[in-house]
């Protein structure tokens, strides 16, 4: 299974970017959907998750700034962040989880600059 993730980029300090995240399958809507980050020498950090209800977690860092939300329809997750600063630069990755399995997709690089 592989999850693709698009949507990086380099973006400008103070704007937005939009990543998707879009899975196979007929079950999407059952899945946890999620981010994680890699920032340059750092171990991953979790940013964000979708819980198959629709609620909402984000890292401390992110709230006020972020929205994880998905699209059933379209077997899409997507995160948007507003007001990127520099330290947004990472490159991030989508999962999603069921039951105790998790599926990853290939990271997407997000460079923030002045």
């Known amino acids: 299974v592989q999850l693709q993730a698009s949507g990086g980029g380099l973006v400008q300090a103070g704007g937005s970017l939009l990543l998707s995240c879009t899975a196979p399958?007929?079950?999407?809507?059952?899945?946890?959907m999620g981010w994680f980050r890699q920032k340059p020498g750092k171990e991953s950090e979790w940013v964000a998750t979708?819980?198959?209800?629709?609620?909402?977690v984000y890292v401390d860092s992110v709230k006020g700034r972020a929205t994880i939300s998905r699209d059933n329809a379209k077997n899409t997750a997507y995160l948007r962040i507003h007001s990127l600063k520099f330290e947004d630069t990472a490159v991030y990755y989508c999962?999603?989880?069921?039951?105790?399995?998790?599926?990853w997709g290939q990271g997407t690089q997000v460079t923030v600059s002045s």
């Open positions: 999962y999603r989880s069921y039951s105790g399995s998790t599926q």
């Open positions: 399958g007929s079950t999407f809507s059952a899945y946890n």
């Open positions: 979708i819980h198959s209800g629709g609620s909402t």
